[in-house]
């Protein structure tokens, strides 16, 4: 996962280079808006790959442990990632 997040993550950012490039020529707005919109859908693509991660590993060798503790601060951790995550949308 890690290197299909990396991956990913390179082609966003030459996504980004390439609309810096498209302001500079001062191209269509609404195909910069448009492009912008394309970089945007994608790093969300990589949030929810890293959050399931984060469930799939994180929280559930948490809750797998038995240690109460460390699956309720995981469980919250969580909670609060998807808070934070809910808001910038």
Not at 4 to 18: A, D, F, K, S, Y
Not at 57 to 80: N, P, R, T, W, Y
């Amino acid at each position: 996962m890690k290197t299909t997040n990396l991956h990913r993550l390179r082609r966003i950012e030459g996504q980004v280079r390439g609309i810096e490039k498209m302001v500079d020529e001062d191209r269509y707005c609404i195909d910069i808006l448009t492009q912008i919109g394309a970089v945007s859908t994608a790093l969300e693509a990589v949030a929810f790959k890293i959050l399931d991660g984060h469930v799939n590993h994180c929280v559930a060798g948490a809750i797998a442990s038995g240690d109460e503790q460390a699956a309720a601060a995981k469980s919250k951790e969580l909670l609060e990632a998807v808070h934070r995550f809910a808001k910038t949308r």
